[in-house]
């Protein structure tokens, strides 16, 4: 049985940082699985943030490029986000994901990849 559980959210000033971790049961971040952290605001649909296969291969969406940086530790099975110079547009549900062991990384972006999501962690970035 997989299971992801997030931490590090919380509230921060914009300009400020954060660092978002996904633990992970029962799941091993294999060269051809992928993980992706994604982030919902209420009344919003589901949006992909960042993506990483195996620990090597990583993209991040266009709105956080050069601000967030995704990145795994296969040794200890755990996901990260780096957020720094955080805006009021980040607040979100954001939410740690993992694929089969195959991935489709011309479908990273489709939340119908993923079949493991956690219980997501609050971040809320005030002005």
């Known amino acids: 049985q997989v299971q992801l559980v997030e931490s590090g959210g919380g509230s921060v000033q914009a300009g400020g940082s954060l660092t978002l971790s996904c633990a992970t049961s029962?799941?091993?971040?294999?060269?051809?699985?992928?993980m992706a952290w994604f982030r919902q605001a209420p009344g919003k649909e589901r949006e992909g943030v960042a993506y990483i296969r195996g620990s090597s291969m990583t993209t991040v969406a266009d709105f956080v490029k050069g601000r967030f940086t995704i990145s795994a530790d296969n040794v200890k099975n755990t996901l990260y986000l780096q957020m720094n110079n955080l805006a009021v547009e980040d607040t979100a549900m954001y939410y740690c994901?993992?694929?089969?062991?195959?991935?489709?990384?011309?479908?990273?972006?489709?939340?119908?990849?993923?079949?493991?999501w956690g219980q997501g962690t609050q971040v809320t970035v005030s002005s």
């Open positions: 029962g799941y091993t971040t294999a060269d051809s699985a992928c």
């Open positions: 994901a993992a694929t089969g062991d195959m991935c489709r990384w011309n479908r990273i972006s489709r939340v119908s990849e993923y079949d493991y």
